[in-house]
């Protein structure tokens, strides 16, 4: 069992927020005892998944399932990729996201392109306060040298991904999404292509992603590219008065 002090929430969320990762080899009775001892305002429970016992303990306690969270891998361009997509992305493209425009980029989060983010979902915050959690993550990575990216779709900016610095094969794309005044043109699919050429132009040979069920299309694109699950976890929340 893996306990995180996620106090870097408390400027997201103006709560005390704590993280709770079980594995495969913790026992129910030492889950319950462990949450009896934390003190905090939201605890996060990321549990395996496929254990029911476990679940009814968490219901029990009082947590929400809110999402089924699952990590996957690819070899880059290991994919086939459809004719209708082939020509989509001969007018599409990707360019760094620069100090000069990176008030265009916050513009475009801030119009609320998470609306499926368990932040977002949740009564007690808000599309507003999910998206301001992401803009600080992402600003967090460029301290990190991560790389920001905006997709281009005829020459506009149409969207973006982030790429985290990485000295190995494999790079992590942890977020990425169509801003929301072009969402309407259905560029999810390419928006993944671009991610690998991306991740290729740098040298890497393997993309990591992560997506949540609630993200519907971001299931389907990484089931179509024929990503491999690496990791998944039940995430379970509380709100502790």
Not at 57 to 71: C, K, P, Y
Not at 127 to 155: C, H, M, P, T, V
Not at 194 to 199: D, G, P
Request: proline residues 1%.
């Amino acid at each position: 069992m893996k306990i995180i002090n996620a106090f870097w929430e408390k400027r997201n969320l103006n709560k005390d927020v704590i993280e709770i990762i079980i594995e495969n080899d913790d026992t129910v009775e030492s889950v319950v005892i462990t949450v009896a001892s934390i003190k905090c305002d939201y605890l996060v429970i990321k549990a395996p998944t496929g254990s029911f016992e476990l679940n009814q303990a968490l219901s029990q306690l009082g947590f929400l399932f809110v999402e089924h969270s699952i990590s996957a891998r690819n070899k880059l361009h290991d994919y086939h990729i459809s004719d209708i997509f082939k020509r989509l992305l001969k007018v599409m493209d990707y360019e760094l996201v620069t100090d000069e425009n990176m008030a265009l980029f916050n513009d475009n989060l801030n119009e609320g392109i998470f609306e499926t983010d368990r932040i977002a979902l949740d009564p007690e915050f808000s599309l507003k306060i999910a998206n301001k959690r992401y803009l600080n993550w992402i600003n967090d990575e460029l301290e990190k040298q991560s790389k920001l990216y905006f997709a281009l779709y005829k020459g506009e900016k149409v969207g973006f991904f982030l790429l985290q610095a990485s000295d190995g094969k494999e790079v992590f794309a942890p977020v990425s999404g169509i801003f929301e005044s072009y969402k309407h043109l259905k560029l999810g699919f390419c928006l993944n292509c671009l991610i690998h050429n991306a991740a290729g132009s740098l040298g890497y040979k393997f993309v990591k992603t992560i997506f949540t069920s609630n993200n519907r299309g971001a299931f389907s694109i990484h089931a179509s590219q024929s990503y491999t699950l690496l990791e998944q976890f039940y995430v379970f929340v509380k709100h502790i008065e």
